[in-house]
């Protein structure tokens, strides 16, 4: 070993094996199994219990050693089988018993391997079934195995030195695969020198290439008769003052080195010509040889390359893990863990054929296409994505990575900060959930087309329940921050998968979590109702055109129950106004301050904005237009009591004090205000509670002008409405009447008790007004006298009255006739 090596050799070691065989034993055995019948299938499943207890562990060390003295024996075997077939008719008994000493430890070892368990390569699970294991192995070398160990020699003499019998020798060069095995064990070995082990191995199948071929050129020299040993190449042959024309009686050791001479020679193609073929037989060899020998060394030549250049995928592998191995030794990982690790990377090593890597160099299009090629089917079929768009489906898949986990290992634990979404395309998973007092319950089983992790990232909550990997899986996952991303695009999408996410789960521990997701799904809707306004706030057509062509409600309000068309109209933007109409929004919808799109138009003062609405049937619909009037007149903004006025809003309405603008206007003096209110409708006569006009409070504040005006509004509106004007002066002197709900001549036993009410304008409102008060039916006002009055200037201040009907009135009538 060299001195790096030995260096090394502090180091734990960890061998990778290479991949085993496919299931196909496993499968074989069910449906052998299937066949079985009634008391036939319960002895063997007996009996195969039975095996079970002799099954040999890989790791076994008692195993391990087994294997270092079968591997000695299969060298001992590989090398000198060919000196056999080249140089034997019939072994002599010292090496007889040798040979059989060794055709019987290989007998052994077919039976051991019978016994030994093994990873299945598609569950990664260890086998232990002894039917499973005996299936497999006769599949795979077990007829050559017990060939090899047949008595060939005594066979050959049995029939009587038959040449053919003898090339059956060659099944037992089957046995080189154990030698191969070990330099694969020895080149993943840490502890041994990665260009030590390689180049060990090349002088190693160099050697063994020329020795055969040695063993065949001696053979094709002694295969012809005695009498022509002058026709072969070692026959012919004289080196110097030697002649080997009776080679047969020369020493063996003599005869095999002459033969590797010639051997070495011919494949580096530098013979002398003092070696050369004599026969047809030998011409077609050397032929064939040396056509072996460009490949051979062609192989050379190239390992060797690769040793100098470095950087081939199994001396990377050995990088990595030796740096797993200091990182492990200097933190004193404990042995689960270690083991993990180690089973983790070898894994990836061996299904390295899916890293991403390897398509680094395509253009991503390309590597795009192999996503949708590979993954999409499985996608399309997860729960989670059901309904999904296609963009969104694609967009997912191109950022799809692929991992392979073994059983055992454990993906999320619970309580963690997930930044990974898993999809399952094969293997099996379990979610167990961990109680509080450390109960452990599996809440669901995860298949292929399932996912997990989804609830911790789309609820941005901990992971609720412990990933465990059951079988070998395959997965795909995704990072958090790319799937958010996305999701911030196709939001719809979004929508979509939680309604999925809460429909899909049934499980109680799951379901426990209903809450959680129907509050994020409630979130995600008002962000999104926020991303919309914000657009129309800060006029961005482009994208909100984009996320309403997406899906976006245009008529989600926010948290003050503004609509997009409220921000739109607020800032003056014309176009996104105007699209949000064409796109139906209500143009009507009031927020929870009682304000329109109109309106926000014309109180910021956009009158394009305010004149399309308008034109588009907008209602101004103040919820307090007095108040909202009274605000402008005393801010002095009389740009927004002229838009409100000229958009149908009553100049007369009034505040909670019963005022109206005219009388803010009157009272602060602004002539500009009043006459604009005066030429809107504005009445001079308007009473707050107070009892005060618009013309008082001008009065107050000392405005001749003011005052001049509203005088001229006064007689104006006094010989416009002569009404008006005798309500407004019997509310400055009012009048009461008592009415009585009886006729005047009535006898005193028929009378009874009235109401006293203030007079009103018209003779209509006084008799409304005593039949609600007096419950009466009564439909003419009469005096004391029984005289009926037809207008109310003929009712005096405290006059008695009497409300009657028609009937009782003809009544009387008739009784005074």
């Not at 060939?152 to 037992?172: H, P, T």
């Not at 001396?315 to 797993?324: A, I, Q, S, T, V």
């Not at 160099?361 to 089917?377: C, F, H, M, N, Q």
């Not at 909550?461 to 996952?477: G, N």
Request: hydrophobic share 40%; glycine share 6%; charged share 25%.
């Amino acid at each position: 070993m060299s001195p790096h090596a030995k260096n090394e050799s502090q180091e734990i070691e960890y061998e990778l094996e290479e991949p085993m065989g496919s299931s196909r034993g496993i499968r074989w055995s069910l449906i052998t199994s299937d066949f079985a019948i009634g008391p036939l299938r319960r002895r063997a499943h007996s009996h195969e219990k039975l095996l079970e207890r002799f099954v040999i562990e890989p790791d076994n060390k008692w195993y391990q050693l087994w294997t270092r003295f079968i591997l000695v024996w299969a060298l001992y075997s590989s090398f000198f089988t060919p000196i056999e077939f080249g140089f034997f008719r019939g072994l002599p008994n010292n090496l007889f018993w040798l040979d059989f000493a060794g055709q019987v430890a290989f007998l052994v070892d077919i039976f051991v391997q019978f016994l030994v368990a093994y990873r299945d390569s598609h569950t990664y699970r260890m086998i232990y079934k002894p039917t499973s294991i005996a299936v497999r192995y006769v599949k795979s070398s077990f007829v050559f195995d017990l060939l090899g160990c047949f008595p060939w020699d005594a066979i050959y003499k049995a029939c009587g030195n038959k040449e053919e019998v003898r090339y059956l020798l060659w099944i037992r060069l089957t046995r080189v695969r154990k030698v191969t095995d070990f330099f694969q064990k020895m080149e993943k070995d840490i502890r041994i020198n990665y260009l030590f082990t390689r180049i060990v191995k090349l002088i190693v199948v160099e050697l063994y290439c020329t020795h055969t071929a040695a063993c065949i050129f001696y053979y094709l020299a002694t295969t012809l008769p005695a009498s022509m040993e002058g026709y072969t190449w070692m026959g012919s042959l004289k080196l110097g003052d030697y002649s080997y024309s009776h080679f047969r009686d020369i020493d063996l050791g003599k005869r095999y080195i002459t033969s590797l001479y010639f051997a070495i020679v011919t494949m580096s193609t530098v013979g002398y010509g003092d070696i050369h073929a004599v026969n047809p037989r030998e011409m077609v060899f050397i032929m064939i040889y040396v056509s072996f020998d460009m490949i051979l060394g062609a192989y050379l030549i190239g390992n060797m390359t690769a040793l100098i250049v470095k950087g081939s995928k199994t001396e990377r592998f050995r990088d990595r893990m030796k740096d797993l191995v200091k990182y492990m030794n200097r933190n004193k990982l404990g042995k689960e863990i270690r083991d993990q690790i180690k089973s983790h990377v070898r894994l990836q090593y061996e299904s390295s054929y899916t890293e991403a890597s390897v398509l680094q160099d395509l253009p991503v299009s390309i590597r795009a296409k192999i996503s949708e090629t590979l993954y999409k089917p499985y996608i399309d079929n997860v729960p989670l994505f059901s309904g999904c768009s296609e963009e969104f489906i694609h967009q997912i898949i191109i950022k799809l990575q692929e991992e392979f986990f073994l059983p055992g290992e454990v993906l999320l634990e619970q309580g963690d900060a997930v930044d990974q979404l898993y999809f399952v395309c094969h293997g099996k998973l379990e979610g167990v959930g961990i109680g509080e007092d450390g109960s452990k319950d599996t809440v669901l089983t995860l298949q292929p087309n399932s996912s997990f992790g989804e609830i911790a990232i789309l609820c941005n909550i901990p992971q609720p329940f412990t990933v465990r990997v059951c079988e070998l899986c395959r997965l795909l996952r995704i990072d958090k921050q790319v799937f958010t991303n996305i999701l911030q695009i196709y939001f719809v999408d979004g929508r979509r998968i939680l309604n999925n996410l809460l429909e899909g789960n049934d499980s109680n521990r799951i379901k426990q979590l209903e809450s959680d997701i129907t509050f994020h799904i409630t979130k995600q809707e008002a962000e999104l109702a926020l991303r919309v306004n914000s657009d129309a706030f800060y006029g961005d057509l482009h994208h909100l055109k984009g996320l309403i062509q997406a899906g976006a409600d245009p008529n989600k309000t926010d948290y003050d129950g503004r609509s997009p068309l409220h921000l739109a109209a607020a800032r003056g933007h014309e176009d996104i106004t105007l699209f949000l109409i064409q796109e139906g929004v209500d143009i009507n919808l009031s927020d929870n301050f009682g304000n329109t799109p109109l309106f926000e138009a014309i109180k910021d003062g956009h009158d394009r904005v305010a004149s399309l609405l308008f034109s588009r049937g907008a209602q101004l619909s103040l919820k307090d237009a007095g108040s909202q009037l009274c605000a402008a007149a005393a801010e002095g903004d009389s740009d927004f009591i002229k838009r409100a006025l000229s958009y149908g809003v009553d100049p007369n309405s009034k505040d909670y004090d019963h005022r109206t603008a005219l009388h803010i206007a009157a009272a602060e003096g602004l002539y500009f205000i009043a006459k604009l209110l005066l030429d809107a409708g504005a009445s001079v006569f308007a009473m707050d509670r107070w009892g005060a006009t618009p013309l008082d409070e001008a009065r107050k504040s000392g405005n001749k002008s003011l005052m001049l005006l509203l005088e001229g509004a006064k007689s104006d509106e006094l010989s416009k409405f002569p009404e008006r004007a005798r309500e407004v002066q019997d509310k400055m002197h009012p009048r009461r009447c008592t009415v009585f709900p009886f006729h005047p001549w009535d006898s005193k036993e028929e009378r009874r008790e009235g109401v006293m009410l203030w007079i009103p304008c018209t003779m209509e409102k006084l008799i409304r007004s005593s039949r609600e008060q007096l419950k009466s039916s009564g439909s003419r006002i009469l005096s004391e006298d029984g005289a009926r009055i037809l207008d109310v200037d003929m009712i005096s201040d405290g006059q008695k009255l009497y409300l009657v009907a028609d009937q009782e009135t003809s009544t009387h009538n008739n009784q005074h006739t």
